[in-house]
């Protein structure tokens, strides 16, 4: 039976032999762990449906805890951006978790408890999009945004003129609360009473961008999948290690195959060796990335350093991407440099522009 999610791209609707992943165009992924169920026996996990409140209470709390790791790795620490991976890292941690505890179920009187491959699926994607909320590439920049034109404000560098156009219910402009941002409060409270307002009104903006977005994602659900039979390639992680089959404790073929761990090795050894160089600089290792300034004199410098980066992860999921994607990533890229040429001659030097 399909369950409310409907026709939602990248989720799992319906249950057990009858499931379909609606973003895999043509493609009906049976759920290996459903079997059919005799009189009286009790409920498969590939029987229930893919949101239920147990699922959903899960992915809450894997999404609070996630909260704090991030809160320590990007912000406080500025150590691992771990939501800026593809997929997020807390994403497929919590997957993990949730495949953890239906191996250790699989050995008590509970097994019939195990999480469904549904249920796991909504896990993930939950965690996957609400983490994102949080993260140093919207909390740390969207506070910088309400604050940083007023605290950065000198001479000459023209913020005073951007502060006439942000509304006062979009900002903070209290100079004692935009000093704490950046200069700690020294042990004084969080004046909530100046950040209440501004809050509640970007809340607004967020929730409708994302219903939003919601809307066009289900607008372009079918020609993206009918008509040009896009394959989504960031889905098949997910898919697979959820594969979960009822021989070898229904550990996934994914954990069971050897190229996988060829090509896991492979990646391991090349972060780990990156890590331990880091703490001991001795240790020999492959560069991440490698830069290079092309031009020095303005307006062309504002074209910045070029930096290649080697990622053995992204080679890998770019081999997935169809040319068009990949051109449009190119594309973007040039057309951002482009802008910042065209405003470094028009005497706009700000650095980091476009931002």
């Known amino acids: 039976m399909a369950n409310w999610l409907g026709e939602v791209p990248l989720l799992w609707t319906g249950s057990g032999k009858d499931g379909v992943l609606m ?18 026996q009790a409920d498969s996990p590939g029987r229930r449906g893919a949101v239920t409140p147990r699922a959903l209470l899960t992915a809450l709390f894997l999404t609070v805890v996630a909260g704090f790791w991030i809160r320590e790795s990007e912000i406080v620490a500025l150590g691992v951006y771990i939501t800026e991976s593809v997929p997020t890292i807390p994403a497929v941690a919590a997957i993990l978790i949730v495949l953890l505890a239906n191996a250790l179920l699989t050995y008590t009187p509970w097994a019939d408890r195990r999480f469904s491959r549904g249920e796991m699926l909504f896990i993930f994607f939950f965690v996957c999009v609400s983490t ?10 969207f506070i910088a945004l309400m604050t940083a034109p007023f605290y950065f404000n000198q001479t000459g560098n023209k913020l005073d003129e951007a502060q006439k156009y942000l509304p006062d219910w979009a900002t903070v402009r209290d100079p004692d609360a935009i000093r704490g941002v950046y200069e700690a409060l020294r042990g004084a409270p969080i004046p909530w009473g100046v950040w209440v307002g501004p809050l509640l009104a970007w809340l607004g903006f967020f929730v409708a961008l994302w219903l939003a977005m919601m809307c066009l994602v289900m607008l372009m ?26 021989r070898s404790g229904g550990i996934p073929p994914f954990f069971r195959n050897p190229v996988m761990w060829a090509g896991f090795a492979l990646s391991f050894v090349f972060n780990l ?16 990335a490698f830069s290079f300034v092309p031009f020095t004199q303005p307006p062309l410098s ?10 053995p992860e992204l080679i890998g999921f770019g081999y997935l991407v169809s040319a068009e994607i990949s051109f449009s990533i190119w594309a973007t890229f040039l057309l951002e440099r482009l802008a910042a040429v065209v405003m470094s001659g028009m005497g706009y030097r700000e650095a980091g522009f476009p931002f």
């Open 221 to 246: 659900h079918r020609p993206w999948v009918e008509k040009e039979k896009l394959t989504f390639p960031l889905v098949q992680l997910p898919l697979e290690i959820t594969d979960t089959q009822p």
């Open 23 to 40: 973003a895999m165009p043509q493609h009906t992924v049976s759920d290996p762990m459903d079997e059919r169920q005799e009189p009286g």
């Open 302 to 311: 504002a074209v910045g350093a070029l930096t290649i980066h080697n990622r």
């Open 132 to 141: 994102m909320a949080f993260s140093c590439g919207v909390a740390r920049f």
């Open 273 to 288: 060796a990156n890590i331990i160089h880091a703490v001991a600089p001795s240790f020999p290792a492959w560069k991440n």
